[in-house]
């Protein structure tokens, strides 16, 4: 069974900047691709970034692109979402994934979220 754990969200003003973490288990980490999405109120969950297993190869969508930065650790099983320059549209339930496939970004696997808040 995958789980996974996020941590690190929390109530900033704009400019600001945030961490998010997720700890993944249940399997080997370092094989599947890992990514992070949102959902904010009223609207529909959305793709933020993507790392492939190696941690070679990230994309992002375009509204954070020079702002948020994808990382992994697979030594520690960990995948990371650095967010700078925040703005209040960041505003969202994140949350970690994983590819359920190697090579296959699927997302099969989710984490239960973590609020980010970003004031004006």
């Known amino acids: 069974q995958v789980q996974l754990v996020e941590s690190g969200g929390g109530l900033v003003q704009a400019g600001g900047s945030l961490r998010l973490s997720c700890v993944g288990s249940?399997?080997?980490?370092?094989?599947?691709?890992m990514g992070w999405f949102r959902q904010a109120p009223g609207k529909e969950r959305e793709f933020v970034a993507r790392?492939?297993?190696?941690?070679?190869?990230?994309y992002y969508t375009d509204s954070v692109k020079g702002r948020f930065i994808i990382s992994r650790d697979n030594a520690k099983k960990m995948v990371y979402l650095q967010m700078n320059s925040l703005k209040p549209e960041d505003t969202a339930v994140y949350y970690c994934?994983?590819?359920?496939?190697?090579?296959?970004?699927?997302?099969?696997?989710w984490g239960q979220g973590t609020q980010v808040t970003v004031s004006s």
């Open positions: 994934a994983a590819a359920g496939r190697i090579g296959v970004p699927d997302w099969a696997y």
């Open positions: 249940g399997r080997t980490f370092s094989s599947y691709a």
């Open positions: 790392i492939s297993a190696s941690g070679g190869t990230s």
